[in-house]
């Protein structure tokens, strides 16, 4: 149980990143992008080929994943920055649709290293220090939160900016930030640029901890399972991203091990009804608290005013 509860919060740690980048994109900007999960595609694939093909070190590997993620965010931005929102909700399902179709179509290295193989054998960092595998899942474990709290707080402290009040200005529509002389398209391209980036973190993370990637790990159903997460826990809350993710996360994890204790349900059955439960989590929040658990805190600046007495 322990070994599952240290693999549970590591997986959350992961999907907790990825939240939190939608978030910026979602939460903040009021970007519907239907394609979020090809950063963590490319995260993970792009690791993968600097560790393996070119013999990086890690750490390269997860910087260069994070650079080519934020980058393929500002040019999928590029564009359909000026499309009303449900034409960029669709054409960034396209796009994320045509990089897993040219990964799943695409030898790397050898013929049976990409394309439908996958990629197998990603080194763990500092795997050969460890004895024992229980061992090595608490490392790795802090390395995700390490890199979780660094995102946490990076993603808190950037919406605080006057950047950050500038895309909820976008959120709002493109009159307000126009009218204080924003750039709209450039806010935009910037925040698909800072999700991207964070998304392509959480995917290397997560091709380092699997040590196996393939194109069927990336389906569209992954991205609204990250939709799922941020609007459960509140879009624009960071701390209810996080709360969206452990809950979404336990439910489509610990009900695996259902299926050994409910002998006339099988397993294929039971991953559905698992998908069930999520959908009706999420049609009930959004009926009864439209704005999550913990909804985006308002500021209020009448009160605070009175209370400094001017």
Do not use: C
């Amino acid at each position: 149980m322990i070994d599952f509860l240290v693999y549970l919060f590591t997986i959350i740690g992961i999907w907790g990143i990825l939240a939190l980048s939608l978030n910026v994109q979602f939460g903040f900007t009021g970007l519907v992008n239907l394609g979020h999960i090809v950063f963590f595609m490319l995260g993970a694939y792009v690791s993968a080929i600097l560790v393996i093909l070119a013999g990086m070190p890690f750490l390269v590997g997860v910087l260069g994943a994070t650079v080519a993620a934020g980058l393929f965010g500002g040019l999928m931005a590029l564009p359909t920055a000026q499309l009303q929102q449900d034409y960029w909700a669709i054409s960034t399902l396209a796009a994320a649709e045509i990089v897993r179709i040219f990964f799943l179509n695409t030898t790397l290295g050898g013929p049976y290293i990409g394309a439908s193989f996958g990629i197998s054998g990603i080194p763990q960092p500092l795997r050969d220090a460890f004895a024992s595998p229980a061992a090595y899942g608490w490392f790795y474990f802090a390395i995700v939160a390490v890199a979780l709290a660094g995102s946490y707080f990076f993603v808190r402290w950037l919406t605080a900016t006057p950047f950050g009040r500038a895309l909820k200005a976008i959120r709002e529509g493109d009159e307000v930030p126009l009218a204080l002389g924003k750039d709209a398209r450039s806010l935009r391209v910037r925040a698909m640029i800072v999700g991207g980036a964070l998304g392509g973190l959480a995917g290397a993370l997560f091709a380092h901890f699997n040590a196996y990637i393939a194109p069927n790990y990336f389906l569209p159903l992954e991205t609204f399972i990250v939709w799922a997460m941020v609007i459960l826990g509140g879009a624009g809350n960071h701390k209810g991203v996080l709360v969206g993710a452990v809950v979404i996360e336990a439910l489509y994890n610990s009900t695996r091990f259902l299926a050994a204790h409910v002998g006339f349900i099988d397993p294929g059955t039971l991953a559905s009804l698992r998908m069930i439960v999520i959908g009706l989590l999420i049609t009930g929040v959004v009926m009864y608290m439209p704005r999550g658990l913990m909804p985006e805190p308002r500021r209020r600046y009448g009160a605070r005013n009175a209370a400094d007495g001017r």
